[in-house]
T-cell receptor, first 110, second 113 residues
Framework: EDQVTQSPEALRLQEGESSSLNCSYT??????LFWYRQDPGKGPEFLFT???AGEEKEKERLKATLTKKESFLHITAPKPEDSATYLC???????????FGKGTSLLVTP | KAGVTQTPRYLIKTRGQQVTLSCSPI?????VSWYQQTPGQGLQFLFE???????NKGNFPGRFSGRQFSNSRSEMNVSTLELGDSALYLC????????????FGPGTRLTVL
């Protein structure tokens, strides 16, 4: 069964303290890995799609990378406004349903 | 470009009642997916519609149903509500090809008393 596991469950950083979030997956033939950001009480906001090992994408202080077994979301010099839950997801066998990890809750303090 | 819209944003119902939630996708998107989000289970896939046809269904009981209209708008219905149905129901739209990015609406917060 396809599985997506995210770690850590929660992360507290000081403003400016860089770190990485992990998403490991077990799927038979990866057809994309998606990162989302979710603020409390809101729907997930799309961040990145990665399709092949070695691929990297950046957006402001965020950089997502992909290997054959896991993806990392690197946060460089985070600010308090980066506080949110970060979710990763992979398509199921049909390609239309996303299997989500439980997310990493990030808190960045001033 | 307008994003995905969902109505209503909040609902309070009692056990045994039924509820209908609505979703309007991004203009030009033909696929609509529905997800249930709870603190314990996270985001779980309910079903996906494309061109008024259900293409994929998650592991939820038959009390959960949906449909899609010719303008791509979608509704989901939950009958005989249970306390455990309390959740954030999220709708996502995409262009419709497999592995396309999905863009989420703000969700409908359903509370069952």
């Amino acid at each position: 069964e396809d599985q997506v596991t995210q770690s850590p469950e929660a992360l507290r950083l000081q403003e400016g303290e860089s770190s990485s979030l992990n998403c490991s997956y077990t799927v038979s033939g990866l057809r994309g890995l998606f990162w989302y950001r979710q603020d409390p009480g809101k729907g997930p906001e799309f961040l990145f799609t990665l399709y092949s090992a070695g691929e990297e994408k950046e957006k402001e202080r965020l950089k997502a990378t992909l290997t054959k077994k896991e993806s990392f979301l690197h946060i460089t010099a985070p600010k308090p406004e980066d506080s949110a839950t970060y979710l990763c997801a992979v398509p199921g066998n049909s390609g239309y349903a996303l299997n989500f990890g439980k997310g990493t809750s990030l808190l960045v303090t001033p | 470009k307008a994003g995905v819209t969902q109505t209503p944003r909040y609902l309070i119902k009692t056990r045994g009642q039924q509820v209908t939630l609505s979703c309007s996708p991004i203009s030009g998107h033909r696929s609509v997916s529905w997800y249930q989000q709870t603190p314990g289970q996270g985001l779980q896939f309910l079903f996906e519609y494309f061109s008024e046809t259900q293409r994929n269904k998650g592991n939820f009981p038959g009390r959960f149903s949906g449909r899609q209209f010719s303008n791509s708008r979608s509704e989901m219905n939950v009958s005989t509500l249970e306390l455990g149905d309390s959740a954030l129901y999220l709708c996502a739209s995409s262009k419709g090809d497999s592995n396309n990015e999905q863009f989420f609406g703000p969700g409908t917060r359903l509370t069952v008393l």
